[in-house]
């Protein structure tokens, strides 16, 4: 089953609330949250509060996405402030593997992400430890850009190397996707769409279900 989740990074905060609910009254089922430290990426965007503001109000599963240095020093507060599963850069801390185990161990599911720049045989050691791996088809930091199309190569690679070791991965990309190319980030082998300026520009819930039919 192909997942859809639309990243709140282009929402209007102003109306975040109706922003959400116009995403599940179109059958999306999932909620990506864009979380920077200015230190990982040049920008800041926002944290737990908004996470804890959007927890009680809506049944969406919150994947987080986190774009912050040392990212284990927050997983916990992360996972009490309502995420589902949480995603961090591989780039971003000295203990991949220990950062996997602790929120492991807040019951949380748990993701991994690689920049452009970033091979997938770097991810080998961790594929059967996690639940999902989001391969980012831009650099991380702002939403807006275009595709680097070699980022779906990757895809491709990490899918043929999951079937290989007969694991039933979630493979996520982030990143410039739009109604034109979702189908060939589907093709390349992802199961998880983010998409950001493409979702919460004109009317949300024409662009959710537009999406949705395209991934079918
Ligand atoms: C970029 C973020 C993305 C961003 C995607 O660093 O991780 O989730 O919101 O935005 P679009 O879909 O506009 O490229
Ligand atoms: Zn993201």
């Known amino acids: 089953m192909n997942i859809l989740s639309p990243s709140i990074l282009a929402a209007n905060f102003w109306e975040l609330g109706e922003n959400i609910r116009a995403v599940e009254k179109a059958g999306g089922t999932y909620l990506h949250i864009d979380v920077m430290d200015g230190l990982f990426v040049p920008s800041i965007s926002f944290g737990m509060p908004v996470i804890q503001s959007i927890r009680p109000n809506?049944?969406?599963?919150?994947?987080?996405?986190?774009m912050i240095n040392q990212p284990e020093r927050y997983v916990k507060e992360f996972a009490a402030c309502g995420a589902d599963l949480v995603n961090f850069h591989i780039e971003a801390t000295e203990?991949?593997?220990g950062t996997i185990e602790l929120i492991r161990s807040t019951g949380k599911k748990v993701g991994i992400t690689i920049k452009p720049g970033t091979a997938v045989k770097?991810?080998?050691?961790?594929?059967?430890?996690?639940?999902?791996?989001?391969?980012?088809?831009?650099?991380p930091g702002f939403g807006g850009q275009k595709l680097?199309?070699?980022?779906?190569?990757?895809?491709t690679e990490l899918?043929?190397?999951a079937l290989e070791k007969?694991?039933?991965l979630d493979i996520e990309v982030d990143g410039g996707i739009t109604i034109d190319n979702v189908k060939a980030a589907i093709e390349a082998g992802a199961n998880v769409i983010v998409a950001g300026s493409a979702v919460?520009?004109?009317?949300?819930?024409?662009?959710?279900?537009?999406f949705l039919e395209e991934m079918q």
């Open 122 to 139: 770097e991810l080998e050691p961790y594929l059967e430890l996690v639940d999902m791996v989001l391969i980012m088809t831009v650099e």
């Open 148 to 155: 680097i199309p070699e980022c779906l190569d990757k895809v």
């Open 58 to 66: 809506t049944e969406l599963f919150l994947d987080v996405h986190l």
């Open 159 to 161: 899918r043929k190397l």
């Open 166 to 168: 007969g694991l039933d």
């Open 200 to 210: 919460f520009k004109n009317d949300i819930g024409a662009n959710v279900s537009k």
């Open 95 to 97: 203990d991949v593997k």
